[in-house]
């Protein structure tokens, strides 16, 4: 079983930065791949950012160039640093384990959540 858990999210001003981490623990032979996920009040759950074992990220068009992901392998944790925050940003995170076979397909391990709320 894997257990992952998800900190650092807040109420913070548009323009202003969180920094959200994801710890996971459990039976975890190798991690291929992980992904930050949000949704938005009303909306369905978005991939946002994803990182592979080899260090390859990918980003949603609307984060480009203000979140960035990254990982600390020996503890198996993933970050995702938020900055110049939009009220769009708004909704709760989850980061999730999974794989890259051309394509990021989660496995269905999810964390708790953690709500990001940017105001105007």
């Known amino acids: 079983q894997v257990q992952l858990v998800e900190s650092g999210g807040g109420l913070v001003q548009a323009g202003g930065s969180l920094r959200l981490s994801c710890a996971a623990s459990?039976?975890?032979?190798?991690?291929?791949?992980m992904g930050w996920y949000r949704q938005a009040p009303g909306k369905q759950r978005e991939l946002v950012s994803t990182?592979?074992?080899?260090?390859?990220?990918t980003y949603a068009d609307s984060v480009k160039g203000r979140l960035t992901i990254s990982t600390d392998n020996a503890k198996n944790t993933v970050y995702l640093q938020m900055n110049s925050l939009k009220p769009e940003d708004t909704g709760v995170y989850y980061c999730?384990?999974?794989?890259?076979?051309?394509?990021?397909?989660?496995?269905?391990?999810w964390g708790q959540g953690t709500q990001v709320t940017v105001s105007s």
């Open positions: 459990g039976t975890i032979f190798t991690i291929n791949a």
């Open positions: 990182i592979t074992s080899a260090g390859s990220t």
């Open positions: 999730n384990l999974g794989r890259w076979l051309g394509a990021y397909v989660p496995y269905a391990y």
